[in-house]
């Protein structure tokens, strides 16, 4: 089938009444749309946008569905801006010796609502980090997508290296930290992308996520956040269980739960994510428009050092 040879029958009646102002926004959108699923059925276009290399890199593609999807190009006239969070916000290359070299990869989701302009990305720190698989700029990505980067490091001397992965959009510029070499506490989310589905206003969903400690030393995560610009009917909290040992109440305290819970090497713990939509998510083309946001684990000392994102959708 070819997607280009029959568009949307209301598409067809605004050409034929000529695109007002108030229009052109949502027109440009939809077109772009259809161009990118277009080269997708035609079986030339990658799964999900994927950047690096040097001073500035990014590409076209689709994240999950078309809600997710970058569209290389400059933003629709007209549409409202939203930012990006990484995940994971630090990245940890872990002990690499000389002549070895390990790679990996990370995102930048599109949360809030609107559309996030990405016009570069630069890598400053340490040489031993390396950006791979350039491409162009700019590029659109939607609610509730991601833009994604794959960073090579190589070992020399047993030293602690750092880099930041730094991103512009329109709103300003993100980063994102990387390690090698520097002993850092590791983390491992599962899943790192929690969907809830459809979910009626006045009720709830829960769902469950596990963080494991893939190192070597006992690790204290000190506070979980869910990032300013997620959608308000995001909550993540400690299991029932985890609540009841000492020193992990599960009040909020400005969007964070101070756990100061202490997970072993080999060992893992429970996360609660709750999705309870107050109000209807929004309609554009007769599809539901899902509500997205960003959830960070942090450590003392380190920071933040892993994450995972939110979706889900409001239903009458």
Do not use: Y
Not at 87 to 112: C, K, M, N, T, Y
């Amino acid at each position: 089938m070819d997607v280009r040879s029959a568009p949307p029958r209301g598409l067809v009646a605004r050409r034929r009444r000529g695109i007002g102002p108030r229009h052109a926004g949502r027109a440009a959108a939809l077109a772009a749309s259809l161009t990118a699923l277009a080269a997708l059925v035609q079986g030339g276009c990658a799964a999900e946008p994927m950047t690096g290399g040097g001073a500035a890199a990014s590409s076209a593609g689709r994240a999950g569905d078309a809600s997710a999807m970058g569209v290389a190009g400059d933003a629709p006239k007209g549409a409202r801006s939203t930012g990006l969070s990484p995940l994971p916000p630090r990245v940890d290359f872990g002990e690499v010796g000389p002549a070895e070299q390990v790679e990996r990869s990370l995102r930048f989701i599109a949360v809030g609502h609107g559309v996030a302009t990405v016009t570069g990305m630069q890598l400053h720190g340490a040489s031993n980090f390396e950006l791979i698989a350039p491409v162009a700029f700019p590029l659109v990505v939607h609610r509730g997508g991601a833009l994604r980067a794959q960073v090579r490091f190589r070992g020399d001397v047993p030293q602690a290296r750092h880099a930041t992965l730094d991103v512009a959009t329109a709103r300003g510029t993100v980063s994102a930290h990387l390690v090698g070499n520097a002993g850092a506490p590791c983390l491992r989310v599962a899943p790192v992308e929690v969907g809830f589905g459809a979910v009626s206003v006045g009720s709830s969903a829960a769902r469950a996520v596990r963080v494991d400690n893939c190192g070597s030393s006992s690790v204290e995560l000190s506070h979980v956040r869910v990032l300013a610009g997620s959608h308000p009917a995001f909550s993540v909290t400690p299991s029932a269980v985890q609540r009841a040992r000492p020193g992990a109440p599960s009040d909020r305290e400005g969007g964070a739960e101070p756990w100061a819970l202490q997970v072993q090497p080999g060992e893992s713990l429970h996360l609660v994510a709750v999705f309870a939509p107050t109000e209807v998510s929004a309609l554009h083309d007769r599809a539901w428009v899902p509500e997205t946001g960003v959830a960070w684990i942090e450590v003392p000392v380190w920071g933040p050092i892993a994450g995972f994102s939110l979706r889900g959708v409001a239903r009458p």
